[in-house]
């Protein structure tokens, strides 16, 4: 009735797609035509099965054409789609966000719609988190496509820009959305046609939707390169910042965001650098090198932040559970943890150029995706991409028991709780799974384990190259696995091992446990985990132990919750410590969906400048805008070269040297636009919205852009020579950097108004009436 109801209003994440089961129904009265057909018919069938792309950007797979599909992947696959997957197929092809359950054969739905869009004379991206699962699911279903004919390939990071170009002129294409995003970045700042790899953005259908269109879009893709900036030495304020004691010469904010001095701390460092006064303009330098080595050693912290693998700083991405690759900390942070690890401190870069996942995304003529965690996040689907969303029921009943969590009030209680757990299910032979949240936690884990004897397989971030072996074990009779964030690991954990020759044994003994150790930052991770177990209907039962130690609670739940723990702990029941955990959850969630949001409302005036940018730009490079410009600013110089060399080599060089102008200055508009983010939302202290008053300085920024752009690049061409005439840009001292990285941006640390208020009056109630800070 609930979900009745909340279509009948429109509420998101409610889309129905039970008039899809009409054709599903009518396909599976073709099974036989469909049989009967050789390889070289099924090909022909398929294509005059769809006739037209239907209506607008979507397409409706008939009858017929779902039975070819389904005998293909039988034939080529050796699986035969359920039902439900053809159901699935039919509303990706119909452009929403589907909901099916880990086990439930996404896969092979989203490679079905991949196929239907193609036979409709459509080009497919099919977008995943990472590379691993890209090539895994294009050489998986690469047997499907050949069959119909549908030719495909993938991209990764790895990928060389020849084979790039190659790849993208395929009909589907399975690649990071990453990647995509990268190569359309590189894409704009190509000098001629030929250097472009031009991804087809068509239809895109998103695999782990809720992963890539929400947690990934909080930050913008980055394009940045090497510069010729010398790396900072933060050897001297490494070695000083150790000095400092928690509490006495800094202190740490509540949020665990920042890390300020103390006047202590600042008294102590200045006596140490020989009496100076840090805050006079000649020491701006040092105290942020100052500030940036101690958040280093305070608050980012080895194998939960990062690894250090080959004498090199790896980012692990917390949500993945993954190396984070080519991607830094921007700001000089990633240089002062350089120094804290005593590695070799790299250079600094320049940023080139961001793209919103949002933007990319909505780029393309038609837009799906699929995850086991949708409807949760279907309000930003809706919001961000104009994307519905609905579920496809399992097509067997949930047999799993998730049993209520149990909260501690300190780790080693909970330990003691794991390890008994552990034990017990060990001896009678259960599956485990244990979901940790570090890379550092999942080693703890291991080592507890050992020490009691249970040998267990360990999948995180240092060995993920080995995940599908780990995973693929890990329904095995006894068997006992410890990962990280198990979200876009994409591999179905079996009962009896990946080819369940045991899976009858395993499934008396109880199926798969899942022990959560803590709760992630989002519902939908630990719904993810949870999902491992009771794969396809079978047994299984999940446990989550909590610690109002983790980081979760520590930094999300209120202070007047936390005094509350401090002071009662033993006394709460467990209703009540669940109630904090679950509002710190609420909270983490929250300030997710407030992080998208920025990154959404904040770029958006970038995104339109941008557009602009790149029109003038495209007009340069194939056409004689730059040469007109010039001329109208030297026309002596210009006559005086042309007379040197031809109008042609003049032509040539105008081009290239607007095109460098139009680049250095966007960079330089970008950094402009990037200091003024970091401090707009003081804004909110007078009463201002920051968003608004970012939006007005940006499009004050933005005047006289082209016009600085072509002056520019007269006086670059006024001084050139007839000797420089006909060797590049180069020649003249104009340098290209080349792309190297990425890194994050910053969120609002000050809320709205309301907030601040709130937060308040909520201080001086506890405070001042109730006594309890």
């Given amino acids: 009735m609930r979900r009745l109801m909340g279509r009948l209003v429109g509420v998101p994440g409610s889309a129905s ?35 037209s792309p239907g209506r607008g950007a979507v397409v409706e797979p008939t009858a017929e054409l779902l039975a070819v599909l389904r005998t293909a992947a039988r034939r080529t696959l050796g699986q035969e789609p359920f039902d439900e997957q053809l159901l699935a197929c039919c509303a990706l092809a119909a452009g929403n966000a589907v909901e099916m359950d880990t086990g439930e054969g996404k896969t092979l739905a989203g490679a079905l719609a991949a196929a239907a869009f193609v036979v409709a004379g459509r080009r497919v991206h099919v977008l995943s988190v990472n590379d691993y699962l890209a090539e895994r699911d294009a050489e998986w279903m690469q047997p499907l496509f050949e069959l119909l004919d549908v030719s495909v390939g993938w991209v990764g990071q790895h990928t060389p820009p020849s084979t790039r170009a190659e790849w993208y002129r395929l009909d589907v294409v399975y690649a990071p959305v990453s990647e995509v995003g990268y190569d359309v970045l590189r894409d704009r700042f190509a000098t001629s046609d030929a250097d472009r790899v031009r991804p087809v953005l068509d239809v895109a259908i998103v695999d782990e939707a809720d992963a890539v269109m929400t947690d990934e879009a909080m930050s913008p893709l980055v394009l940045a390169g090497t510069s010729t900036e010398t790396p900072e030495d933060f050897a001297l304020a490494d070695a000083l910042v150790q000095e400092l004691d928690s509490g006495v010469h800094y202190a740490i904010d509540a949020d665990q965001a920042t890390v300020p001095l103390t006047d202590a701390g600042l008294d102590l460092l200045e006596n140490r650098l020989g009496g100076v006064n840090l805050y006079d303009t000649a020491h701006t330098g040092t105290l942020t090198r100052l500030n940036l080595a101690l958040h280093a050693h305070v608050l980012v912290r080895r194998d939960v932040h990062y690894l250090v693998i080959d004498d090199t700083i790896k980012l692990v991405n917390t949500a993945r559970g993954r190396v984070a690759h080519q991607q830094r900390w921007p700001d000089g942070l990633h240089a002062a943890v350089e120094a804290k690890e005593r590695l070799t401190v790299s250079s600094p870069g320049v940023v080139l150029d961001t793209l919103t996942v949002q933007d990319l995304l909505r780029r393309y003529t ?43 009030l300190d780790d080693q209680a909970r330990m003691d709780a794991v390890m008994a757990e552990i034990r017990e299910r060990h001896r009678e032979g259960q599956p485990v799974l244990v979901g940790t949240q570090s890379v550092a936690q999942s080693e703890q884990f291991a080592a507890a384990f050992a020490e009691a004897g249970i040998e267990a397989q360990v999948l995180n971030a240092r060995n993920d190259a080995h995940e599908a072996t780990v995973i693929a074990e890990a329904g095995e009779y006894g068997a006992v696995t410890i990962s990280t964030q198990m979200s876009g690991r994409g591999t179905d954990i079996r009962l009896g091992g ?48 909590v610690a109002t130690t983790d980081e979760l609670v520590q930094a999300h739940a209120t202070n007047h919750q936390l005094e509350k723990i401090r002071r009662r702990g033993s006394q709460l029941d467990q209703a009540a410590l669940g109630s904090i955990v679950d509002q710190a959850q609420r909270i983490a969630e929250g300030i997710r969906r407030d992080r998208h949001r920025d990154t959404w409302d904040f770029n958006r005036a970038i995104s339109r400048q941008r557009d602009t940018v790149l029109a003038e730009r495209d007009e340069t490079m194939n056409g004689d805008q730059a040469t007109v410009e010039v001329s109208r600013r030297i026309p002596e110089e210009i006559d005086r070269l042309a007379e040197a060399s031809s109008p042609s080599v003049v032509a040539g060089l105008a081009r290239d040297v607007a095109l460098w102008c139009f680049d250095e200055q966007w960079c330089d508009h970008l ?101 309890i800070e």
Avoid: C
């Avoid at 057909?37 to 294509?47: F, I, K, P, W, Y």
């Avoid at 630990?526 to 999940?542: H, Y």
């Fill in 671 to 771: 950094a402009n636009l990037t200091e003024i983010r970091d401090g707009i939302h003081l804004q909110a202290l007078a009463g201002v919205n920051p968003r608004d008053e970012f939006h007005r300085i940006a499009l004050r920024e933005f005047h006289g852009f082209f016009t600085a752009a072509y002056d520019h690049a007269a006086d670059i061409i006024r001084d050139v020579t007839a000797a420089q005439l006909g060797q590049g840009i180069a020649a003249l001292g104009l340098r290209r950097p080349s792309a190297t990285w990425t890194y994050m941006t910053s969120d609002n640390p000050l809320g709205s108004p309301m907030d601040r208020a709130a937060r308040a009056a909520g201080k001086w109630m506890r405070t001042r009436v109730y006594r």
């Fill in 498 to 545: 990946l080819d369940e020759h045991d899976h009858r044994r395993v499934a008396a003994s109880g199926g798969l446990a899942v022990l959560q150790i803590g709760r992630y930052p989002s519902g939908r991770l630990d719904a993810q985990l949870r999902g491992r177990s009771g794969r396809q209907g079978d047994p299984g039962t999940t446990l989550t132990f």
């Fill in 17 to 51: 797609f039970r008039g899809f089961r009409r054709i599903v129904s009518a396909a599976n009265e073709h099974r036989q035509w469909a049989d009967d057909l050789d390889d070289a018919e099924l090909s022909r069938a398929a294509r005059e099965a769809l006739s």
């Fill in 366 to 408: 038609t837009l799906a995706g699929m995850s086991g965690t949708v409807v949760a996040v279907a309000e930003e689907l809706a919001e961000f991409y104009s994307l519905r969303a609905g579920r496809v029921e399992r097509r067997l009943p949930n047999q799993r028991v998730d049993v209520a969590q149990r909260i501690f």
